[in-house]
């Protein structure tokens, strides 16, 4: 199955005076493609939360970065969920400028953990989730 | 009466390309130095929302950029309120590289309503704040 | 004419613990459509940078928030350039809510100096952008 | 050896709409903390940029999410540093809110490697470096 895949711009807001992405705002552009493959699937995060009142919370992360984006690239970001036991979620996840393929800059394996809204605590994925991830 | 100043570095984080500070990220510098005259003055704004149960919002901004903060620099952030009407706030700020009055970076001014924390509608200062105004 | 409009989304990375947009965001959101209306046009600020080695900088702006944007709110960015003497820009800019017209929630001018990327001194717009301003 | 340690408060810029710090802010924590263990040596960045002309770049990282920072917290932030071959440094660092000890939120380990500033190649760590890591 091909991930799921975003693209986004680089503005200035997302360099540091090293004339790159600044570290910490490539976590910007991996959360922006979970949440549109979750969009993309009809999920909205804020209606998960009212009902059946679930939250998403990262809980561990791993990158490698291994080329530095740059102003006025545009970014393709992967999104590769698979499910961890009941109540979690791994996002295998890259970062390429395009054109695609043409140049890796990052690799991240992100976890997600599925909670209950008012307690915080670990609580079985929602149907929905469990459905796309099963197919 | 000496206004109330603040210090804060300049990290990478601030950054940009262009090697100076990002002109949004000055305003992340003038709220701390607001949230912290609160602060000195004994006012959690956590404490406040849930009693009396009012919340503060910026409602506008004039802001003049006169020379670029860099990486390292040791920034001063002044920050001199008025009272303004019965339900909001005025802030006249300004931020300085040290050694203080050295260098004018930027100055503006920052109008801050004072909101009901659950209906979201203005609603008079807190005593707290009205007394501090007033002394 | 009309002005140039750009889109944005609204994800957790622009928001605060408040539940809307952080009042520093606002203005990536700002920058977006002026870096976009740009290039739009052809011009890249990098090349500009080289050649004919000019680059731009906010010196001043004036920010009115009416009301709040949220989580998964799309927003389009309007960007209204205006030619001030020969060596600025003031652009008139808005924020609504999608569906445009509906939700104003930021109305904003911001201006521009064009810069020598060499000496930082004021410097005359290149042909490009005085072609496009007064066409 | 006890580790370098630095305080930071949370507001409002570092949370997101879930009343929390944002995921990827901890990360602007993890790299203040670095940045001031180098200035507590006498190291400056910018002055090692120049003269022998070092740059040092975020290569890899891993982070686990313990418990969440919120608003007005203030942080204490570990820095742990080792020397990993010639040419790159790997920190351990942890995140506990205040009264230290109380309250692990984060642990990290950050792989940071040392490039020409020209050539952005690989390249040995300075002396300064090399001298307080063998202390």
Redesign the interface.
Known sequence: MTPFVWQA?V???D??????V????Y??FL??AR?EWL?ARGV???ALAREPGV?F?????????RR?A???DMLSISCDPHWQGGASLMFAQRIWRDPADADLLVSASVRVACLDAATLKPRRLPPVIVRELSA
Chains 1, 2, 3, 4 share one sequence.
């Open positions: 711009r503005y200035w807001e360099t540091d005076a090293g004339g790159i600044y570290y910490a705002n976590l910007r959360e922006r949440s969009r909205s995060q804020l939250v919370s990262v809980v561990a992360l791993e990158v490698q970065y530095p740059r102003l006025d």
